[in-house]
């Protein structure tokens, strides 16, 4: 079946610095790839998405390159704002009608001043 | 404006009592499903639903009972609740192919 990795967190940064969540991925055929982000108390939000091999999805500085070789859809950020301070998901989704998302376990962020 | 909005947001009860969630979305979409994320923030898929037809029922306690009565709603009616229910359950909906789907706020369900 499906499943995705991701790192365990919490990661601590300092504001300013360099992101990377890796998030690897197995899946049969041609899923699409998603990193969706919860921040406190609320729900979650799709943050950017890649729907083919080679595909980088980016939004709000955050980047992820779809690479089928290694199955990785690594997040990346050049530099974090205690804004950014939430729990990260990385997500598949199937290619069949009815498929749904399969999430990794989460990534919690923290960033400092 | 809210596309995706849940109630009720917090919801304390005692074990063994029924109870209900309600979800509504003004997206359009045809598609649309129930999450339990638990304290570690684990999400996992309970259910779905495609033009108010279940398309997907994972392993999940028969005291869960999901109903749709359009496509922009999908309530959760669980029975006999158990300590272990206490999560927060996520509606969500979707209507593209490439599966994007778009989340609720949760509800915080305690049982005591």
């Known amino acids: 079946g499906n499943s995705v990795t991701q790192m365990e967190g919490p990661v601590t940064l300092s504001e300013e610095a360099f992101l990377t969540i890796n998030c690897t991925y197995t899946?049969?055929?041609?899923?699409?790839l998603f990193w969706y982000v919860q921040y406190p108390g609320e729900g979650l939000q799709l943050l950017l998405k890649a729907t083919k091999a080679d595909d980088k999805g980016s939004n709000k500085g955050f980047e992820a390159t779809y690479r089928k070789e290694t199955t990785s859809f690594h997040l990346e950020k050049g530099s974090v704002q205690v804004s950014d301070s939430a729990v990260y998901f990385c997500a598949l989704s199937g290619n069949s009608g009815y498929s749904t998302l399969t999430f990794g376990k989460g990534t919690m962020l923290l960033v400092s001043p | 404006d809210t596309a995706v909005s849940q109630t009720p947001k917090y919801l304390v009860t005692q074990m063994g009592n029924d109870k209900s969630i309600k979800c509504e979305q003004n997206l359009g979409h045809d598609t649309m499903y129930w999450y339990k994320q638990d304290s570690k923030k684990f999400l996992k898929i309970m259910f779905s639903?495609?033009?108010?037809?279940?398309?997907i029922n994972e392993t999940v306690p028969n005291r869960f009972s999901p109903k749709s009565p359009d496509k922009a709603h999908l309530n959760l009616h669980i029975n006999s609740l158990e300590l272990g229910d206490s999560a927060v359950y996520f509606c969500?909906?979707?209507?593209?192919?490439?599966?994007?789907?778009?989340f609720g706020p949760g509800t915080r369900l305690t049982v005591l």
């Open positions: 899946a049969t055929g041609y899923p699409s």
């Open positions: 969500a909906s979707s209507q593209n192919r490439d599966n994007e789907q778009f």
């Open positions: 639903y495609n033009n108010k037809e279940l398309i």
